[in-house]
């Protein structure tokens, strides 16, 4: 489905935005994909896709919440590959307490790495995209952006910021053929998640309609449809992940 495109998914060192890389990489497509600190785990997993798919990978250690450094990746990028199709903001954090609690250094992490983060690349790929004519941006944002959680307002208000980001620049490219969109993802089984206590990982399990938690896979096969022409009409939206968890 993305046979000669070239795809830059942030954070994809493990977890869903590994997941989307390996979809991606199966369905032919070239991989760009950054990581904050995980670097032998990146070096094995850029192995891994290419031995697998033949395809071209490489995988920047670059801080997406780093304004600077998201635009020297996108040179380095765009100079290695030679074009980018789809930018997926995928890179997040969690940084959970009651607000109560809550440090400005906790809301401040959070807001620049999941939020500040879609700014920075959107910027850096802008003129690309704008002179190519075709793009697809994909924001990762979470059904808690939507109905809020006790305990995330950080978390939940980055999410939040996103979904009026990806409208906001749905509007602003539409007739420059560039498309963005978000996904919101429920519950997934990934590193973020298992921090959680095993209690609270069921609570959440029991209350979603499909009675269970979703996997990087179950995320990744949306974004590869919205990389992909099949959603050449779909821009602005935020399509959930959930479960049914929220409706
Ligand atoms: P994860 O397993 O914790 O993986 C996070 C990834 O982001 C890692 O590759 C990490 O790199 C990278 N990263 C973190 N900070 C970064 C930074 N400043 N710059 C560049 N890369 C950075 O998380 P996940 O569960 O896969 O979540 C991925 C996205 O989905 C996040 O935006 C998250 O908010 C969203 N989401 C997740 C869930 C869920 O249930 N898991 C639900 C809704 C939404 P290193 O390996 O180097 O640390």
């Known amino acids: 489905m993305l046979q000669g495109k070239t795809a830059l998914i942030t954070g994809a060192s493990r977890g869903i935005g590994k997941g989307i890389a390996e979809i991606f990489a199966k369905n032919g497509c ?21 031995s697998l798919y033949g395809v ?32 997926i ?8 307490t009651l607000m109560l609690r809550m440090t400005e250094e ?16 959107t910027k850096a790929f802008l003129k690309h995209f704008l002179g190519n004519r075709a793009g697809s941006i994909i924001n990762m944002t979470s059904v808690v952006g939507v109905m809020g959680n006790a305990g995330q307002a950080n978390y939940a208000a980055s999410k939040a910021g996103m979904i009026g980001f990806t409208k906001s620049i749905a509007k602003e490219l539409g007739s420059r053929n560039v498309r963005c969109n978000a996904v919101a993802p429920g519950f997934i089984e990934t590193e973020m998640t298992h921090a959680l206590d095993e209690n609270v990982r069921k609570q959440w399990a029991d209350t979603i ?29 935020t399509l959930s992940v959930c479960g049914g968890m929220l409706m």
């Open 89 to 96: 903001n995928n890179a997040g954090i969690t940084r959970d």
């Open 30 to 50: 070239n991989i760009a994909f950054t990581f904050a600190s995980s670097v032998e785990k990146a070096r094995a997993f850029e192995q891994e896709l290419t």
């Open 106 to 121: 906790q809301w401040d992490d959070v807001i620049n790495t999941n939020l500040k983060s879609a700014f920075n690349l």
């Open 56 to 87: 071209k990978v490489k995988g920047y250690q670059s801080d997406a919440a780093n304004f600077e450094q998201s635009m020297a990746l996108a040179e380095t990028v765009i100079a290695d590959f030679g074009k980018i199709d789809c930018l």
């Open 209 to 237: 309609p499909l009675k269970r938690g979703g996997t990087p896979e179950d995320v990744a096969n949306v974004c590869l449809f919205l990389a992909s022409d099949m959603s050449a009409y779909i821009t602005g939206q």
